[in-house]
């Protein structure tokens, strides 16, 4: 499988920003899938997991109320929307898909990562 992000960017706090990912090499409705940050000196975190039907979703506790995960298999897509973002968000956004239908909190467990999209908001 293989992933490409697109949509980061710069963005002031309280904008919105949606990022893509655009899986190929694969039937994506087979892989579970989710979307990392990584911060300069900080460890790469789950932002938020989707199963490969997109029907059960988990976000980490930092962005629930404020990111949400979707997909669009047949377009081969996952999605994070980014509402009312915050300077502490800046960050290296990484897509990633596991080898199975299963998702995972922890990075080690994805098989398949995307190069990653910047994101920076400015205060």
């Known amino acids: 499988v293989q992933l490409v992000e697109s949509g980061g960017g710069l963005v002031q706090a309280g904008g919105s920003l949606r990022l893509s990912c655009a899986a190929s090499?694969?039937?994506?409705?087979?892989?579970?899938a989710g979307w990392f940050r990584q911060a300069p000196g900080k460890e790469r975190e789950l932002i938020a997991r989707?199963?490969?039907?997109?029907?059960?979703?988990h976000a980490a506790d930092s962005v629930k109320g404020r990111f949400t995960i979707t997909r669009d298999n047949a377009r081969n897509t996952v999605y994070l929307k980014m509402n009312s973002l915050k300077p502490e968000d800046t960050a290296v956004y990484y897509c990633?898909?596991?080898?199975?239908?299963?998702?995972?909190?922890?990075?080690?467990?994805?098989?398949?990562w995307g190069q990653g999209t910047q994101v920076t908001v400015s205060s």
């Open positions: 990633a898909a596991a080898r199975t239908y299963m998702t995972y909190n922890l990075a080690g467990k994805y098989d398949y």
């Open positions: 090499g694969s039937t994506f409705s087979n892989h579970g």
């Open positions: 989707i199963s490969r039907g997109g029907t059960i979703t």
